[in-house]
């Protein structure tokens, strides 16, 4: 799996499969195995490009220059260009998607398709942005990651019963949140603020409208209520996907069911 540089730091990337490119854009405090599913099932007749964002996985260091969502899709585009996509679909969850929908601003005639899963357009909220700068303060007063900063966390990631079962992704995500490297943690909390404090860019929806866009939305998502999926998808005026059953990581929680709207919606990005 190469790693690119790109502004002189290291970008991990994985890319399998051939046919139409698909970015791939993961979640704060993921990395790019949460498209595993998607990428097994889609490399057959896809081309799956999955980098790691900066300070996940086995990505580098936030680069200096990178300070806003403008500033990452502009190193996603860095990264299109050193892979030679021409045109390509993107598809994002969480901060992902945020990167995503600026991409797709900037490179209007190469983004083929969008892709919005568990993301959200307009500013953040007073109270969530109070509680998640909390939750940042308490990592950065801590040096990581601490079990009670960590049970404050996971409700907003997954389903109550996915959290009561414990089962291997709950486990495997907890485990590599407490094993956060401490190098990592200046990039994760940079990260983290400027998800709370991004701006509001409701309003460029519609000029997104002129290609395939889709919206999806756990029906059980707390970090980002599936009503903000239906905000998004008025204001494109496409239908929002709800998956029953889904909090915040439908790729990892409802893969079947994220597998089959991606591959319906590829359809109509050749």
Known sequence: MPIFAIHAQPLHCRDVGEGV??????????????????VDALSETHRCIVPDLWGHGRSGALPPSTRTMKDLARDMLALADTLRLDDFVVCGHGIGGQWALELALMAPRRVKGLVLIGTFAGAESERARNVALGL????????????????????????????EEDGPVVRAFRMSLLRLPPERLATVLELGRMICLREDRMHVLPALASRPVLVIAGQEDRRRPREEGRRMAAALGVRCEEIPGAGHVPPLEQPAVMNRLLRDFLVDCR
Request: charged share 15%; no cysteine.
């Open 136 to 163: 940042l303060e308490s990592m950065e007063r801590s040096g990581g990651m601490t079990p009670p900063i960590l049970d404050a966390l996971l409700p907003y990631f997954f389903t109550p019963e996915m959290l």
């Open 21 to 38: 490119p698909i970015l791939f854009g993961h979640g704060y405090l993921w990395d790019g195995t949460l498209w595993n599913a998607q």
